[in-house]
């Protein structure tokens, strides 16, 4: 079992900015991918982005592609989520996950 915890949500503009960061509360380098997930009000949880843990390679929704970049720090078992160009539709609960392992969530409302 290994515990997540993301941090870094909250309240910003359309257009505006956020960093999202998951800590892993140990070594996760026998994992093979961590990923960011959503659930908008309303919705169910989607996939937003991923890392794998070893090279670094990255995967995104469409809906992201060229907003949001993540990126994670092998030594310490952290990842994040730069998201850029926020759109009110961004706005959900955005949750880490590694394996069967899910943090508790973030909030993220973009709003004017």
């Known amino acids: 079992q290994v515990k997540l915890v993301e941090s870094g949500g909250g309240l910003v503009q359309p257009g505006g900015s956020l960093r999202l960061t998951c800590v892993a509360s140990?070594?996760?380098?026998?994992?093979?991918?961590m990923a960011w997930y959503r659930q908008g009000p309303g919705n169910e949880r989607e996939f937003v982005a991923s890392?794998?843990?070893?090279?670094?390679?990255?995967r995104y929704a469409d809906v992201v592609k060229g907003r949001f970049t993540v990126t994670r720090d092998f030594a310490k078992n952290t990842m994040y989520l730069q998201m850029n160009n926020l759109k009110p539709e961004d706005t959900g609960v955005y949750y880490c996950?590694?394996?069967?392992?899910w943090g508790q969530g973030t909030q993220v409302t973009v709003s004017s």
């Open positions: 996950n590694l394996h069967t392992n």
């Open positions: 140990r070594d996760v380098s026998r994992y093979l991918e």
């Open positions: 890392t794998y843990w070893t090279g670094g390679s990255t």
